[in-house]
């Protein structure tokens, strides 16, 4: 068969000489190949694949086809690198790990660790001593560069792993808190009176007046909304990226020196002095939850930032530390009382270990051991200890994508390592800690074009995009039957009527007809109306429409009621004749039809 095909593309018109090639290729060996070959041709359709990278060749500006061929071999590039990836993130952060039973991972000191840990691991164990303190620290949101604010008015930003210093200020007055806002560019602090704004270096920017004796800040990155609570009880909401003043809220419940955000849903959750823990968002004048969490002050507050905010955990006076399920408000989950009796800091990590400072050192404890109920106060077992003897502590940040922990005291900050405690995988797109001026630039346009509205804040995020329940408040047709048109869409009469509020007296829809049965005009039904609106008794009545149930007003309308009902009773005989109409009986059903 393969020599008919070959013989068969023999045959060439006559007027044509046979061309014949001398030259030695491979594919000459398989002749019916390359006969096939000469006489078929691939559709256009499969030219370009689906994988395939697009060409410019057709683009005759060489400076525009450069730059596309660039962009293009850098998206595949990126694609290539996100599938590799995606292979490499498989598995979880590691902790520590002991040999035998008996051993506990909480002796492990930190020189331990950092003798045994990474070189670039082991950078981020650092002591910064420092005059001015008791200090609060706050990260980034890519945890590349570092705020601190000394109660005595020393404020300093850096980054923390090239050591470069941005600015450093001494304000020579008390200053309670600090916070970056969008990025590391402008950073807030809570002064003595105000709160103020500065730029990257230390340019004073903004004096938020409005904001009287700040305790605490938190600023809300996709709403663009920085939030204040102070000494007079008022929480604040500030919009950064037009200037003015949202709203402010009356907590009613004093000072407050707790306050944390769920990063889930943009809550803001506040301690108080009464042993109060309130959630607040912008578009309510009162608490969303209002729970009583400790029989004494309220001294630290912090959400679970690892499962969607499900988990907030509250430190008081009274010596113990709480976990909460935000999903179910009847009980702590988890509680144990701490040994200490003094000041006590809490903060979660990015995968769900728990930071408690107290007294003289720092206790890590890990999931699921906090969040599984218990019947009794132990505390739970302890994953790492570090001794601080510089008292006060009064600060502790975990740096995302990091396994530091970072304490603010007396002497100044330490920075010691939690294996296990970063989030190890971080999104470009979302926080990155190697951007460049570029990319922080386009990042910050992105963003406030993407930002929420703060009439989105609440407590379940989830309702956005989901369906409006049917109102609960419906009426009833005279048929029993409950009409489509619901409460709120009904004319106010209608309402009235519906809650039993109506003044029936002043009900002219049976006047709309004379004496001889015709329709009454426009203008006369409007004659009619007002006709006896200005008598004394319909003056009183007016005045008594109100709430309250008088009982001389009652006592009027049922004698007006009254009066209403004879004068139809006789308009009704004047039409049968004089005769009084007769009262329906049981067995008229069986008279005869006239």
Known sequence: MDSL??????????????????????STTDRTANSITKHTSVPKSFGKLPDAEPTYSH????????????????ASRAKALLEDAEMLLTEEAGKIEVEGEMERTWRVGQDE?????????????KEWKL?????RSRYTRNGRHLAIAGR????????????TLHSELQLQETCRDITFLHDQSHYAVAQKKYVFIYDRDGVELHCLKSHIEPTRLEFLPYHWLLASIGNAGYLKYQDTSTGQLLVEHRTKLGACTAMAQNQHNAVIHLGHQNGCVTLWTPNLPHPAVQLLAHMGPVLSVSVDPSQGGRYMATAGRDGTVKVWDCRNWKGAVRDWTLRSGSDVELEWSAKGALAVASGGGVNVYTRPSIQTPMHTKAPPPLYLTHPIPNRPLTSVRFAPFQDILTIGHNAGLSSIIVPGSGEPNFDSAEADPFENKKARREKEVKALLDKIQPDMITLDPEFVGSLALPSKLT???????VPEIPYARLSRMERLKVSGKADVTEDNSEEEVDDNGKKLSREERERRRQRGKGKSLK???????????????????????KQR???????????????EPKKPSALDRFKRAP
């Open 539 to 561: 003056r009183y009545l007016r005045k008594q429409r109100k709430n309250v149930i008088d009982p001389a007003a009652v006592a009027i309308r049922k004698k007006l009621e």
């Open 152 to 163: 005595s008015g020393h404020v300093a930003t850096f980054d923390w792993l090239t050591g």
């Open 565 to 579: 009902e004879e004068k139809i009773r006789a308009q009704t005989a004047a039409k049968n004749g004089g005769a």
């Open 131 to 135: 005059d001015g303190g008791p200090y």
């Open 113 to 125: 660790i950092v003798k045994n840990a990474g070189q670039e691991a082991a950078k981020g164990r």
């Open 5 to 26: 095909f070959a013989k068969a593309d023999a045959i060439q018109p006559l007027g044509k000489k046979r061309k014949v090639s001398h030259r030695k290729d491979s």
């Open 475 to 481: 009426t009833t047709g005279p048929d029993g039957k």
């Open 59 to 74: 683009i005759a500006n060489k400076k525009l086809r450069a730059e596309l061929n660039r962009h293009t071999a850098q």
